[in-house]
Each structure stands twice: as C-alpha cells, then as structure tokens.
C-alpha cells in the first residue's frame, strides 16, 4: 500500500513558476513508476509527466520545456518543477504511483490532487 500527498500548488501569475511535490509513504518507492496528471475544470483527466523507476521521463507535448519531473527516492518524494505557467496550466494536480509486478500484477494509487491557478 502506498500514500501519496501532493503538496505546492496555489495560485501564480502568468509566465511564473511553481514546484508541487508528491511525498510517498509505504514500502518500495523506487520501485515504481510516478505520474503527474492534471484535469481542468470540464476536462479529462491528462497525463502530464512521468518518471520510471530507472530515471527516464517523458511529458506531454504542450509542457515540454518548460515542466521537469524529478524524484528523490531517499525521500520518497517526486516533483513537478513548472515554469513559463500558463492560464490554460491551470487544474487539479494528481500525483499517481504505478508499478506492474513480475506476475503483471498491477498497483496503482492516487493522491488527493492540489490545485494550480495560473492567473493574473
């Protein structure tokens, strides 16, 4: 079993940036594969960001550049580092930790979310 609590968010200007962080309680952290999604108001839910258990990222297309995904496995934590926010950036942030076993047993949990609002 594995808690997630996303922390950071809050409301930011146009063109500033944020870092949400995403502390993880339970067993083997590094074993798994995070997420960040998002989902804005009357959206899907979105895949923003993800960095496997090796290390290697990838994010959507309309982020790339400007967030970077991290992770501190001596503390159970991943990051979100976003810059150059924009108005349409604004949603609730999830942080999501996934991991399918040798078996293809698959785990997956969900934090609460935090809310970004970029806005002037």
């Known amino acids: 079993?594995?808690?997630l609590v996303e922390s950071g968010?809050?409301?930011v200007q146009p063109g500033g940036p944020l870092r949400l962080s995403?502390?993880?309680?339970?067993?083997?952290?590094?074993?798994y594969t995070m997420n960040w999604y998002r989902q804005a108001p009357g959206k899907r839910r979105e895949l923003v960001a993800t960095i496997t258990d090796s290390g290697s990222t990838s994010y959507v297309d309309s982020v790339k550049g400007r967030f970077t995904i991290s992770r501190d496995n001596?503390?159970?934590?991943?990051?979100?580092?976003?810059?150059?926010?924009k108005p349409e950036?604004?949603?609730?942030?999830?942080?999501?930790?996934?991991?399918?076993?040798?078996d293809y047993d698959e785990y997956?949990?969900?934090?609460?979310?935090?809310?970004?609002?970029?806005?002037?």
């Open 1 to 3: 079993q594995v808690q």
């Open 9 to 11: 968010g809050g409301l």
């Open 22 to 31: 995403c502390a993880a309680s339970g067993s083997i952290f590094n074993l």
């Open 74 to 85: 001596a503390k159970n934590t991943v990051y979100l580092q976003m810059n150059s926010l």
């Open 89 to 102: 950036d604004t949603a609730v942030y999830y942080c999501n930790a996934r991991r399918i076993t040798a």
């Open 108 to 120: 997956s949990y969900w934090g609460q979310g935090t809310q970004v609002t970029v806005s002037s």
